[in-house]
C-alpha cells in the first residue's frame, strides 16, 4: 500500500520569509510519481509539479524549489522569500500503481497527503 | 472555456432532494475523476472513468451515482444523502498513458455541498 505523511498540519510565516514543506512517502514500486497541488481558498488543486522516481534532480522554478531524495524517502518543497499570495494548503501526492482497462491504457492513481495549511502574514 | 470546470460551486440541499453535479473538461483527457474532500480528511477517490468506461468505484455508497456519457464530461447524481455527505467535490481528468506512465491529473474548482 502507498502511504503519503505530511507531518505538518499548520505552518504560519510572515511576508518574505522561506518555508520548507515537508513530504515523506511510502511505496512498493520502482516505479513513481510524486506531485504537488496547491490549493488556494477558492477550493481548485493547481497543480505544481510531477517527478518521476528515476530523476532525482532537485528543480527550482522562480521562488519554488523541490527537494527529492530516494535515500529517505522524501520530496519536500520550498518557497523561498514567502508573499501573501503562496497562502494555502500544500498537498504532496503519490502515484505508483496503474491500472489498465480493457482497451489497454493505464491511469494514474494518485494517494494524497493530510495536507499543510500554509498561512503567510504580511 | 479551458481546463476543468464544475457546476454548481454551491450546492445546499435536503436528505429527500436529488440532485446533479456536473463536470467538464476542454483538455482532451480520456480519464475523469470524482474526488471527495471532508474537512480534516485526504482527497478521497470516489469514481474513475477511462475511455468513458467505469474502472473504479471506491466502495462509494449508492447514493452517489456517477454518470460519463462521454470523454469530456462527468456527472455525480445526488439522491437521499446524509448530512456527514456534506464536503467538498472535486472532479479531475488526466490523459491516461500506454504501458507505465501516468500523467498528471487536473482538477476543477470542485462542488461545495452541504446536505441539511
Known amino acids: 500500500a502507498q502511504k503519503v505523511t505530511q507531518a505538518q498540519t499548520e505552518i504560519s510565516v510572515v511576508e518574505k520569509e522561506d518555508v520548507t514543506l515537508d513530504c515523506v512517502y511510502e511505496?512498493?514500486?520502482?516505479?513513481?510519481?510524486l506531485f504537488w497541488y496547491k490549493q488556494p481558498p477558492s477550493g481548485e488543486l493547481v497543480f505544481l509539479i510531477r517527478?518521476?522516481?528515476?530523476?532525482?534532480q532537485n528543480e527550482i522554478s522562480g521562488r519554488y524549489s523541490w527537494n527529492f531524495q530516494k535515500s529517505t524517502s522524501s520530496f519536500n518543497f520550498t518557497i523561498t522569500a514567502s508573499q501573501v499570495v503562496d497562502s494555502a494548503v500544500y498537498f504532496c501526492?503519490?502515484?505508483?500503481?496503474?491500472?489498465?482497462?480493457?482497451?489497454?491504457?493505464?491511469?494514474?492513481?494518485?494517494?494524497f497527503g493530510q495536507g499543510t495549511i500554509l498561512t503567510v502574514h504580511p | 472555456e479551458t481546463g476543468v470546470t464544475q457546476t454548481p460551486r454551491h450546492l445546499v440541499m435536503g436528505m429527500t432532494n436529488k440532485k446533479s453535479l456536473k463536470c467538464e473538461q476542454h483538455?482532451?483527457?480520456?480519464?475523469m475523476y470524482w474526488y471527495k474532500q471532508s474537512a480534516k480528511k485526504p482527497l478521497e477517490l470516489m469514481f474513475v472513468?477511462?475511455?468513458?468506461?467505469?474502472?473504479e468505484n471506491n466502495s462509494v455508497p449508492s447514493r452517489f451515482s456517477p454518470e460519463c456519457p462521454n470523454s469530456s464530461h462527468l456527472f455525480l447524481h445526488l439522491h437521499t444523502l446524509q448530512p456527514e455527505d456534506s464536503a467538498l467535490y472535486l472532479c479531475?481528468?488526466?490523459?491516461?498513458?500506454?504501458?507505465?506512465?501516468?500523467?498528471?491529473?487536473?482538477f476543477g474548482p470542485g462542488t461545495r455541498l452541504t446536505v441539511l
Open positions: 479531475a481528468s488526466s490523459h491516461p498513458g500506454w504501458g507505465l506512465s501516468t500523467d498528471t491529473q487536473y
Open positions: 511505496t512498493r514500486d520502482t516505479t513513481y510519481y
Open positions: 517527478r518521476n522516481s528515476f530523476d532525482e
Open positions: 501526492a503519490l502515484s505508483g500503481d496503474t491500472e489498465y482497462n480493457a482497451g489497454g491504457t493505464s491511469y494514474g492513481k494518485l494517494t
Open positions: 483538455l482532451g483527457h480520456n480519464a
Open positions: 472513468y477511462n475511455f468513458k468506461e467505469q474502472t
